[in-house]
Every structure is written in structure tokens, then in C-alpha cells.
């Protein structure tokens, strides 16, 4: 390649990246919670869950403390 195609190619990278981001700035980006109108757990095991998946989850954690499992989005 010379010179003159290695230019040519910069320039239509730039467009490209351009027409993108401008498309990308369109684009609605929210969170959203989930919620179910009926609880999902089963009969009789009350507000704290199944204890054996807690402790699962628990055990399975890389930073937790007494109660919470300490967390970043998208980390764990």
C-alpha cells in the first residue's frame, strides 16, 4: 500500500465512525426493573428465600459482608 491508499482508507474509517456515533447518539438507552405481580418463590419458605441457595450464593461471592453480597454491575 502507498501513501496515498493508507489516506484514503483514514478518511473512509472517519466517515464511517461518524455516520455511527451519530446513529448511536439516537439510540434510547434505559434500565429497567422487573416486576411480577405474584411472588415466585415457593409455598413455605417465607421472605428469606431457599437458606441452601443463600449459602450458595454466598460461599460463591468474591466480596460480601454479614448480610449483602457486595457487587458492580456486569463485574460477577
Known amino acids: 500500500m502507498n501513501e496515498k491508499e ?3 482508507i483514514k478518511i473512509e ?6 455516520k455511527f456515533s451519530k446513529v448511536l447518539e439516537k439510540v434510547k438507552s434505559e434500565e429497567s426493573n422487573v416486576e411480577r ?8 419458605e417465607g ?3 431457599d437458606e441452601e441457595f443463600r449459602k450458595i ?4 461471592a468474591p466480596q ?3 448480610e449483602f453480597i457486595l ?6
Open 57 to 60: 450464593m454466598f460461599e460463591n
Open 13 to 18: 474509517t472517519k466517515k464511517l465512525l461518524d
Open 37 to 44: 405481580e405474584e411472588d415466585r418463590r415457593k409455598e413455605g
Open 71 to 76: 457487587a458492580e454491575k456486569k463485574k460477577w
Open 6 to 8: 493508507i489516506e484514503q
Open 64 to 66: 460480601k459482608n454479614e
Open 47 to 49: 421472605k428469606m428465600g
